[in-house]
């Protein structure tokens, strides 16, 4: 089951469930899994940006990989593999793929400025991985500080058969995929899917833009993959309103800063995880900030009874 350009639907963003002390809970893995199922998901994401993924040390997170890969069972896995160098990317590529993954996610370092350097790195991260392996590139510049246009990506597409999927993180990214999608019915670049993220903030006119789903963590998964199959059954009011009421909670949700902290605390109140904690660097939610949350999840319970689980 290896990815490929046809992916659609909601690849979800899986937290990495930790106990109060820091250490990896187990069982709140196999429980979160199960509840991504249970909502529908197409796929799954591990070892993403809000998968704490950098405070895991290697073993720890091909176990991960291992364990989500193994519950998810039916869908895909994609693994973040993203590493200041090429030795660990391709390590923890070959040995996710072993385990049964999808494929992998590549995000760029800061440290690139041109176009060419960004096409070189993918170029030669492709190399290292395998021209085997499937992967997707990250395209966040919040987060990576590198702007990758329409063209740098239809290059990279172009360079590197093995690219599949891109994931679009840029704020907000509108234009872009309407740019890239031109560039594909004009015959100068091939199709790929395209995934969106930004925790679902601006998914509604995403998919009318076209793109194929999202690969984000909000916290209510399920009602990204019904907003995904309203969209594609042309009922374009319904799921506008069904994004509207979702909407204060996913801005609550994108603040820099604490969105991890308030994911988790939605998580654990859904039942999907033991425990919000995370691993130390970690934000934690004051009392006031939990308040907010619950009053938020209160007015969504109004329109949407998910909520008031």
């Known amino acids: 089951m290896l990815l490929n350009e046809q992916a659609s639907g909601v690849f979800t963003i899986a937290a990495t469930p930790f106990y109060p002390d820091g250490r990896v809970d187990a069982a709140s893995v196999d429980r979160l899994a199960d509840f991504y199922l249970e909502c529908g998901v197409t796929g799954l994401t591990v070892l993403g940006v809000m998968g704490e993924a950098p405070k ?4 720890e997170s091909i176990a991960l990989v291992r364990q989500f890969v193994k519950r998810a069972g039916r869908i895909p896995v994609i693994v973040g593999v993203t590493s200041p160098g090429f030795a660990a990317m391709r390590s923890l590529a070959r040995q996710a793929m072993d385990a049964g993954a999808a494929g992998v996610m590549i995000a760029p370092p800061p440290s690139l400025r041109t176009d060419d350097q960004v096409a070189g790195y993918y170029r030669q991260a492709c190399e290292a991985i395998g021209g085997d392996v ?17 063209e740098i990506l239809r290059r990279i597409v172009a360079e590197n058969p093995s690219c599949v999927m891109l994931k679009l993180e840029d704020w907000p990214g509108l234009e872009k995929i309407s740019a890239l999608r031109d560039l594909e019915r004009n015959g ?6 395209i995934l969106t993220g930004n925790g679902g903030i601006f998914l509604d006119f995403e998919i009318e833009r076209g793109a194929d789903g999202a ?7 399920d009602m990204l993959v019904e907003l ?30 604490i969105g991890l902290a308030v994911r ?25 900030a939990r308040a907010e949350v619950d009053y938020l999840l209160s007015r969504l319970a109004c329109s949407d009874a998910r909520a008031a689980g």
């Open 56 to 59: 895991l040390d290697a073993e």
């Open 134 to 150: 499937p992967f997707a590139v990250q395209d966040y510049p919040l987060a990576f500080s590198v702007v990758m246009t329409a």
């Open 188 to 193: 100068r670049m091939r199709h790929v899917s």
């Open 215 to 221: 690969m984000t963590g909000y916290a209510f998964p």
């Open 228 to 257: 995904v199959k309203l969209c594609a059954a042309g009922r374009r009011d319904r799921a506008h309103d069904l994004f509207d009421a979702h909407l204060p909670l996913l801005r609550y949700e994108q603040q820099p800063g």
């Open 264 to 288: 988790k605390y939605v998580l654990q109140k859904r039942g999907a995880i033991a425990s919000d904690a995370q691993r130390k660097p970690a934000s934690a939610l004051s009392s006031t």
